[in-house]
Each structure stands twice: as structure tokens, then as C-alpha cells.
């Protein structure tokens, strides 16, 4: 397919999407990240990750990817409401209401298109499988690598339990063992029980069936035993 058809197929898409509503976007629903070490989680990498409450997993593990937060979320995009947390796809919409941005490209992609209509038609409160899963089970890592962070690599939590923060001017993960522990991003260790990589384990049975994408991230992944 030339490029010039690829663009008039996402135009005829695009048009799809935005008859549901203006801030439609399937990610909320078939997109997750899971950081597994801390309790994190977002759908599209764009949006800050966002905390997932403990009482919800216990009650049931889809919370992993249905959070009562992400539901809000949802409810949102089908009333045509934007989520602040994707204020990168408004501000490329905002530009010119002919741009394609990122709810676009991913709700059009091959692991989410075939699930546009059901999903357009759904309740926000529904529990849902995604299609496009990443899964972090732990931050064990033997690198320590100046772009990373402690609660993605045990090594550089090591050497800064060790050696101390590093001497930067803001306070961020890079530097604060406290900033994590404020946050509730301080990872569990590899080796001690998490429950969040517990409702993983009991969750995911249930979700491999449906899935497109499966992605395997760290710390350096081949270290956890998970």
C-alpha cells in the first residue's frame, strides 16, 4: 500500500473515531503497561503512570488494567470529555483538527481495530481485556545506567543506598530514595512476595487468549525469575 493510501485509510478512520466522540481513544481500553514492581500502570505511553489501590487488585486482579481510575478515564472519552492526562494528543489536535495524533494511530492499529466497534458501544465500566500488554515484574537489574532510575534497577538502588543520591538540584526518582517512598513508586525487591506480580499471575490465564502484542520489559527482564 502506497503512503498516499495508507493516509486516505487512516482519514476514513479517523472520521470513525471521532464520530464516537472527539476524545475517543480504544488505548484506554487495549493498551497497558504494568510495572509490576511498584504498582503502576497507564494505558498509551504518553500519560503519567498512575497508581493502582492494593484493595482493588485483592478484590478482583483484572484491576491491573481496569482500575477504577482508568473506568473514569474511559467514561470520559465516550462523553467526548478529555483526560488532562492525554494533553499530548490535544495539543496536536488543538493545532489543526485535520492532524492525526496518537489516539488515532493506535485506536486504527492492527491490535485494536478489529475491537473499535464493541468497544465504542461498551459500558466504561465494564472489565476488559487489552490487546497490546507490557509487563515489568520487577526492577532487577545489574546495570546502573545514567538514564534509568532506582525503582527500575536494583543496581543503582544499590549503589545509592550505598554511595548516597546523587547531587542534583531537583528532586525527582533519579536522586531521592524518599521521592519514591512519598510516591508509593518504591519498587517491592525481586526476591520478596509482591502481591501485584500475585494478581498477574492470577489475572493473566484470562487475558493471554486475547491478546496481539506481549512485551517483556525491566530492569533487565531475563533476571526475574517471573
Not at 492532524?99 to 493506535?106: A, E, L, N, P, T
Not at 520487577?138 to 548516597?164: L, T
Not at 526476591?191 to 493471554?208: C, I, L, Q
Amino acid at each position: 500500500m502506497s503512503n498516499e493510501a495508507r493516509i486516505e485509510e487512516l482519514k476514513l478512520k479517523q472520521d470513525l473515531i471521532n464520530s464516537v466522540s472527539c476524545s475517543f481513544c480504544t488505548a484506554k481500553w487495549l493498551q497497558t503497561t504494568l510495572l509490576l514492581q511498584n504498582g503502576y500502570n497507564h494505558s498509551c505511553h504518553h500519560p503519567a503512570p498512575h497508581k493502582i489501590p492494593l484493595e482493588e487488585i485483592k478484590e478482583n486482579p483484572s484491576a491491573l488494567h481496569n482500575s477504577k481510575f482508568k473506568k473514569q478515564q474511559r467514561a470520559m472519552m465516550l462523553n467526548g470529555e478529555r483526560p488532562v492526562e492525554c494533553d499530548y494528543c490535544w495539543k496536536i489536535e488543538d493545532l489543526d483538527k485535520e492532524y492525526f495524533s496518537d489516539r488515532h494511530y493506535k485506536t486504527s492499529d492492527y491490535w485494536a481495530w478489529d475491537r473499535f466497534e464493541d468497544i465504542a458501544k461498551s459500558n466504561p465500566q465494564d472489565n476488559v481485556y487489552p490487546s497490546y500488554l507490557e509487563v515489568s515484574f520487577s526492577n532487577a537489574c545489574n546495570f546502573a545506567c545514567a538514564y534509568c532510575s532506582p525503582d527500575i534497577s536494583s543496581k543503582w538502588m544499590e549503589d545509592i543506598k550505598r554511595h548516597g543520591e546523587y547531587p542534583l538540584e531537583s528532586v525527582g526518582a533519579a536522586n531521592s530514595l524518599n521521592y519514591l517512598e512519598a510516591t508509593g513508586k518504591y519498587p517491592f525487591a525481586h526476591n520478596e512476595e509482591n502481591p501485584y506480580v500475585d494478581a498477574f499471575w492470577e489475572w493473566f490465564p484470562s487475558v493471554f487468549k486475547d491478546l496481539k502484542v506481549f512485551r517483556i520489559t525491566g530492569g533487565e527482564p531475563l533476571m526475574s525469575k517471573d
